[in-house]
């Protein structure tokens, strides 16, 4: 089985590598197969995709799109599509903007707590000013010595519950698939361990996502334990999905797997790559 990373990160979102350094780590750690899948941004394929081909190392148009199903923030993958495409760019410079505002009011609430200007401490973190996402603020706030790393900030801060964290209205799960699947990609659930929802609702989010059109969920990833993968294969078999193997790379310093360094699909599974 080919060695295939399908969800990782630059500094086009919240990443820490540039683009072409992220390609250039894929392909020296044995990868043959990447796709570069920033949060809500497409701005760093081409100087991946150019690094990629450098090293002779396969790569494919992806992206991580932020949605909102039921109140809870999930994560659609999408992969090889057409990055030209007019309503893919327009679907995800309007959750850009949504950003932005979120980032405000995230820093409002932080300030009310006595933790001053995260939206600009925030801002200096983020490479790509149209892109600024929670990783920021946990990176200033480390900076600022409020937190020793960036685990403890998200559990202290950036998670519901917490005082730095506000509710968004992120895209609708039909409009993120119909974005993807309308130029010409495949439509992935990423991390799908991660959500804390219930097994029930996770089988109907599934159901919505497949009837939608979406065709792969993330089998393998960098965030699930051995269990999740057993789960989530069954999942996929039981569904017609097609599966799909990720990192979810954001750096050397902050990401337990690095990019390539996972385990393999489980026999039986169908691989989203079969599709490309
Ligand atoms: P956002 O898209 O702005 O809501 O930020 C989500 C990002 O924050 C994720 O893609 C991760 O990069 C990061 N993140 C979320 N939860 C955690 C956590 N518990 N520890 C470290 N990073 C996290
Ligand atoms: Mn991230
Ligand atoms: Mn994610
Ligand atoms: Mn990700």
Redesign the pocket.
Known sequence: MPNVDL???STASDGLLPPAEVARRAAGNGVELLAL?D?DDIAGLAAAAEAAAAEGMAFVSGV?VSIEWEGTQI?V?GLNFDPQNAALNEGLASIRAGRIDRAQRMSAELEKIGIADTFSGANRHAENPNLISRAHFARYLVEAGVCKDVRSVFESYLVPGRPGYVDHRWAELEDAVRWITGAGGVAVV??PARYKISSGAMRRFLGNFRDVGGEAIEVVSGSHSLDDVGTYGRLAREFGFLASRGS?F?GPQESYVDLGMLGYLPDGLKPVWSRF
């Open positions: 969800h990782c990160h899948t949060h991580e994560h993958v990423a991390h979810d954001h």
